[in-house]
């Protein structure tokens, strides 16, 4: 059952977003038993988003033959993942809340934004909003993590948000025609391919820009090559959605570009 769960929670992400917030972590100087609180919520919380997503498209994953998903097998009752969704969703606010309230407020911001795009969102132009609150919700919840309890930068949120739109543009690209046929219509898949994918370099640009420019002389030997590796990264994402449109990898390579920008942000923080 612990198995079906994790496969219903859209496991690459999960650990990718749950991973980024550990890093966030060290780079924020949280100290190891409230850093380790606030992974175990974020990892929770991406469960209970991950999971809802497959209980909201059971029906249209059962269309489309998606018998790998667990809910389509019968492998997880419905009423079962529910019951899950509620508990981590409940699980991720209190254990923030433990670390401080504030905490618990932008994890509560993290949680909504990613039931809004489940719920409905996904479909309208507005899709990518719940990406980006998203994603600048993270830093914020694990900044506030560290004593003193403070919110990062402005510039961080802001590349946590952009980094989350991006992530958004590349999650939808390979099922962008699919998504439509099921009147799925969200800001990706109301745009030219090549302008999709256009826009996740330029994203990816944009966020190293940011890191660069903000991190200041004393870490350009960091934020230099990690911005113009992640920007390659996003590059390599885009060509290869243009050529093989069904990949799952410029997903997979935005993750690898999120890593690289939280790297360099992590040098940033240290060396300043």
């Keep these: 059952m612990m198995g079906a769960v994790l496969r219903s929670s859209h496991p690459v992400p999960t650990f990718a977003v749950t991973l980024l917030s550990l890093l966030l972590a060290i780079a924020f100087g949280v100290a190891p038993a409230q850093a380790v609180v606030v992974v175990v919520a974020v990892f929770l919380n991406q469960i209970a988003i991950g999971l809802s997503n497959d209980i909201v498209d059971v029906e249209r994953d059962r269309r489309a033959g998606r018998t790998d998903k667990p809910l389509v097998a019968g492998a997880i009752p419905r009423t079962t993942a529910w019951a899950v969704v509620i508990t981590a969703t409940t699980l991720s ?7 401080n309230p504030r905490v618990g407020l932008w994890q509560v911001v993290f949680l909504i934004s990613g039931f809004a795009y489940n719920a409905g969102l996904k479909a309208t ?11 600048a919700a993270l830093p914020a919840l694990v900044s506030l993590s560290a ?7 402005w510039w961080v949120m802001l590349v946590g948000a952009i980094l989350g739109v991006s992530a958004h543009f ?8 699919s998504d439509k046929a099921e009147g799925i219509r969200g800001l990706p898949q ?11 370099v330029g994203l990816t640009g944009v966020a190293s820009a940011l890191l660069i420019w903000q991190g200041g002389f004393a870490s350009i030997w960091v934020t230099i090559p990690v911005g113009v590796a992640a920007v390659f990264v996003s590059i390599v994402a885009a060509v290869l959605t243009l050529r093989t449109p069904l990949t799952l990898w410029p997903f997979r390579l935005s993750i690898v570009a ?4 939280a790297v360099g942000l992590l040098g940033v923080l240290r060396l300043t």
């Design 93 to 99: 606010i209190a254990l923030s809340v433990s670390i």
């Design 125 to 135: 132009v507005f899709s990518a909003v719940p990406y980006a609150t998203g994603f």
């Design 147 to 153: 004593k003193p309890p403070e919110l990062p930068a």
């Design 170 to 177: 590349a999650n939808v690209l390979p099922d962008g025609e």
């Design 190 to 200: 109301r745009l030219p391919r090549v302008v999709t994918a256009a826009a996740l």
């Design 258 to 261: 999120a890593g690289l920008i």
